[in-house]
């Protein structure tokens, strides 16, 4: 195990909304090195192009394919890094997410710009309506064999979940967190976000952005190396798996089954 504030975490609880802080003391009870000192490791990798552009290549690239975009990241390096072009098409959803992340270094992690990279990433996903905007429809994740994997936050709920959300986010902002905690609020904030699923479209790749995000904020401009986004790319069946091991509906999600998925990042590291 390692050291955290695990009396503080248990005093924190009391505050949150939608967060909760159950399942942290298994989580770091489960840690056997310092998340950090892993990512020092990486930071010091050297590399022929600007490092944070490369590793936010890397995470448009990944979270894209997630979503079964045809885009590899040779490709998009050589277009990005080496001025090799391809038809607009194959590169363009890409960019659009390389755009958000570069978007969320220079913003505040609130509700007003999680629309705003939404709008960003969304421009060849969705029609300009629908940019950003929360969607008042139900919504259903159709499996690839065209059975309902998960319904989502009824359509009247779905402002005030993520009221919920933003609100706990802020407290965590406030809130002094050791690394440990740091990783298992972003894989939670992931988690929820994508439980939820307030947009039409682009949910996968706005939660995963929303993780990174925080990880920014609170362990600064290096958690842009985290592989996230190649993790679950490479362990997709399980990152599908552990999301829909919760239960089926929104309503009577099972969260106590959610250890799992809160620890992919952390153990990717």
């Known amino acids: ?80 890094f080496l001025n090799v072009s391809f038809k607009p098409n194959y590169t363009k959803k890409a960019d659009d997410l390389y755009n958000a992340y570069e978007f969320i270094e220079k913003t505040k992690l609130n ?14 996903l969705l029609p300009k309506n629908k940019q950003g905007f929360i969607r ?33 986010i802020k407290i965590l902002q406030d809130q002094k967190l050791t690394t440990v905690e740091v990783f298992y609020f972003a894989s939670l904030i992931h988690l929820i976000f994508v439980k939820i699923h307030p947009f039409l479209d682009g949910n996968g790749r706005t939660a995963r952005l929303i993780e990174k995000w925080f990880l920014i904020e609170k362990l600064g401009k290096k958690a842009t190396s985290i592989p996230l986004e190649k993790n679950y790319f490479k362990y997709r069946n399980a990152y599908y798996n552990n999301l829909k091991k919760l239960g089926l509906e929104y309503e009577v999600l099972d969260y106590t089954k959610s250890l799992d998925f809160l620890l992919m990042t952390v153990k990717s590291l």
Not at 59 to 77: Q, T
Not at 111 to 124: C, D, F, G, M, P
């Open 1 to 80: 195990m390692l050291q955290s504030s695990i009396f503080e975490v248990t005093i924190l609880n009391n505050k949150l909304n939608i967060l909760f802080t159950n399942l942290f003391n298994e989580f770091n009870s489960l840690l056997k090195e310092c998340p950090l000192s892993k990512l020092e490791k990486i930071n010091k990798q050297e590399l022929p192009v600007d490092y944070f552009k490369f590793y936010k290549s890397v995470s448009s690239v990944y979270s894209s394919k997630i979503e079964g975009e045809n885009i590899d990241f040779d490709s998009y390096y050589k277009y990005k």
């Open 136 to 168: 008042t429809n139900p919504m259903f994740v159709i499996n690839s064999e065209d059975l309902i994997d998960y319904v989502a936050t009824n359509p009247k709920n779905v402002k005030s979940e993520l009221s919920k959300l933003f609100k706990d």
């Open 111 to 124: 509700l007003n710009n999680v629309k705003q990279a939404h709008t960003i990433l969304s421009a060849n």
